[in-house]
């Protein structure tokens, strides 16, 4: 059993010094099951169950009907990651220190609520719904099943990254069918996040509101799910936690989505709990996150771990009132990505306090929507202190030291596809005023997005426009420089997306973002030795944790000649990520060309060790495929040279090379007619750019093809280029 030690100091505290009471659960409250399901993004006024007139929720409302509501219960983080480790470690970022979606990892010797009910007897499983919470951030310990298998590359990109609902009930129905002793399940759905693009009927029915639609759908999910729990005879039998990690702005603070602001429009979540045993209510007490793991070992009986922070539910799931407490809350990811000011703050009875150079004051009871601002009439001191003294009592190493995460190339282009950045070198300042507050610069981010959504709706030039306009006003987002200038690549304008990208890397010199795409289009556009100078020149954090970036040094180095170099860079970035396949085949591609040059067996032995890696790690691979059957066909092997051959270009028909590759091997197996189909496929592609040789070649070719003449000699083929 793991051991979570803390060497906190005994605060007297009065209100903040709340013990977790241990309150034994009577039999018929203890259920056999227990079923954790967290929607993505979901506010707590888009329920039926919540007083909401946007949507009718029935399914999850006749859940509310059968058990407690609480109305006032509250994330600590507008954060997925963040707020699920909240949720199941007991704990919030004071102590396990996750603080972001991308720079943070739940360190092992952190004992979750799977570990802790795993040990108790309970089989464990989660399905999840997106990348923000896959097991590389380390939410899976304790998990017997944690299935974040999530679409394939060429999957369409709306669901890059993603699941839908129903295939995550899906996975969760056919682990529980399976099962005979007691469990907990962890639904995470990832639906209704942005972009909002529910399946039809929902998408006609809520044309003009997508997030709407979408909250219907998984509605609609879940009373399948639900249904098909009582069929076989497990909901009445299971305790249900229904809850979201956090809302969404919708526009509201003029914030669109969330992540950003800490307004009760993303910390403000619905709580749902249904226990065999227990009466139907509504609660209007505060509760958080962190009271989620104490309240399960409440209700089963359990002693709970010493270190959690929230406290059991139990009590007012018995209409019992609870002490009242602070809540802690923060909004971290734009300090650690943007260097924006921190905001933190607390929540205790109506009283809501935001810290931050703009400090901000609410009584909730009064103005649950913090349209009234009180800090400028209230002595704040008071609060300054709570929340100061709160985060002394419960801060441990884990959030000082930073849990950094070390993530590999495919995890974050998933997370990029989801609107995520890891930008973890930031400079940070010393002190921040008003001009570093959140709110003051959130409408330079809005403008931002408005510029980027011009983008995807075809409008290049108005955005252009805009981003122009921005940075001349203001040039403090390092994300400005880096999306004008994939506008500018887009329209082609490639001098000027460098001449920005320059500019941005003068006055962001640790932005990751700038850096990444700089090397990128220099390595697209044949610039190898300007982004050999640039790579070589920048000592950030991010190339000691990112492969992608020792991918494009290694491909810049290897079309200069420095091929031992090149090696080295990649074997940098397959050691921080072993599976990057497109790394294992430059690898390959470099050990086939020395092996073509020098007929060295050990340069053969090379590339084809890592030629297999490649497919092995993307069975997919058009170059992989090609490339081995280069090698194929110098040792003789025509047939296997073929197969791979034909296997290139079925995932790359623009590899028209591989179609003259494959005309010469089947004229050598005596195949005049694929010989001839393949060869003409080649010369209708690429005829008007060979060279006069390459033509002469071709066309004597296609004569003796034509003749059925097998007298033209055994090629050979030195690299694996497109035409």
Known sequence: MKIFIHKFSVLSLGLLCLLVIFVPASDETKPKNILLITIDTLRADRLSCYDSRHVPTPHIDRLAADGAVFKRAFAHNPLTLPSHTNILLGTTPLQHGVSDNVDFIVKKEQLSLAEFLKEKGFATAAVIGATP???????????????DSFTEPGSPKFTEGERKAEEVAAIAQKWLAARDDPWFLWMHIFDPHYSYEPPEPFLSRYKNRPYDGEVAYVDSVLGDFFNFMKKAGLYDSTLIIFTADHGESLGEHEEQTHGI?????????PLIIHCPGLKPLEIEQNVCHADIFPTVCGILGINPPSFLEGASL??????????????????????YRMDWAPLKGIILKNDKFIDSPVPELYDLGKDFNETANLASQINLSPFKNLLTKHMEKYSS??????????????????????????NPAINRKKEYGPEDDVKSLLPLHNRIVAAYRLWEKGQIDKGIEMLEKLIKEDDRIDVAYSHLAKLYREKGLINDAITVLQNGQKNHPYSYEILSLHSKILIETGRYNESIQLLESKKLLQMGQDPLLWNHLGVALMNTGKTEKAVQAFEKALEIDPE??????????????????????????????????????????????????VLFFQDGKIRQAVTNWEQAVKYDPKLFKTFYYLGVAYYNLGDMVKAAEDLMHYKDAAY?????????R???????????KRDYPHQNYSRSDRD
């Open 133 to 147: 919470l896959d097991s590389r951030f380390g939410l899976d310990q304790g998990f017997d099943l944690y299935d």
């Open 314 to 335: 139990l009590p007012a799931l018995r209409g019992k009132k609870l002490k009242d407490r602070t809540i802690y809350f923060e909004s971290l990811e734009p300090h």
């Open 397 to 422: 190493h884990r959030a000082e030291e930073g849990a950094r995460a070390n993530l590999d190339r495919a995890t974050l282009e998933r997370l990029r596809s989801l609107g995520y950045v890891k």
């Open 261 to 269: 602001l800490a307004y009760n429009s993303t910390l403000w979540i």
């Open 580 to 629: 990057y396949a497109d790394v294992a085949y430059n690898l390959g591609s470099i050990y086939l060309a020395r092996f073509l040059q020098t007929k060295s067996s050990d340069a053969r032995k090379q590339a084809e060790q890592y030629l297999d890696k490649t497919l092995r790690l993307d069975s997919r691979h058009a170059n992989g495929y090609n490339s081995r059957g």
């Open 688 to 696: 008007s750019r060979l060279s006069p040789q390459e033509k002469e």
């Open 698 to 708: 071709l066309d004597h070719l296609l004569e003796l093809v034509k003749d059925g």
